[in-house]
């Protein structure tokens, strides 16, 4: 297997448990404000049981993002080569490896360090459409694509 479907499957990974921590939050969330609702009174009642809504509300949005995330991770070819930069590329510039996928961040796989960003993240944008060889410049710092993967 090579790198680039070993590193998808590890953000599938990393996706998966979002989605389960999310809907886990969730749940205890709604059995919160189940609670509230069988054991207080007045407006103590309907402040403890609009927070929890609220509160299933940002979980249940968390756990649509990871839906996304998932599936669009799913969606990508680890076997597809270009010449180009693009989504779903695994790209090398120097020591740094950036895969163009989803915002996870900085991911450890056999102790080395890739960068998992969205298509839309300022470093992602600026590498869309280069070729092997191309140069850009981030922060001052000149880099290099010396592979596409």
């Not at 054991?39 to 103590?44: E, F, I, L, P, Y």
């Not at 799913?74 to 020591?95: Q, R």
Request: charged share 30%.
């Amino acid at each position: 297997m090579n790198t680039k479907s070993r590193l998808l499957g590890h953000c599938k990974e990393i996706v998966k448990a979002r989605l389960f921590n999310a809907e886990d939050a969730m749940n205890r969330a709604q059995e919160s404000a189940n609670e509230t609702e069988k054991s207080s009174a007045g407006d103590k009642f309907e402040t403890g049981r609009a927070m929890g809504h609220l509160e299933k509300e940002m979980y249940a949005r968390q756990y649509q993002k990871a839906l996304h995330d998932l599936q669009k991770i799913e969606s990508l070819d680890s076997k597809a080569m270009t010449t180009e930069v693009s989504l779903g590329s695994l790209v090398a510039m120097g020591s740094k490896f950036y895969l163009i996928a989803i915002g996870i961040g900085k991911v450890i796989l056999d102790d080395k360090e890739y960068y998992v960003l969205s298509h839309e993240s300022p470093i992602a944008l600026s590498i869309i459409g280069k070729k092997k060889y191309d140069s850009i410049t981030i922060n001052d710092n000149r880099m290099q694509i010396t592979d596409i993967q």
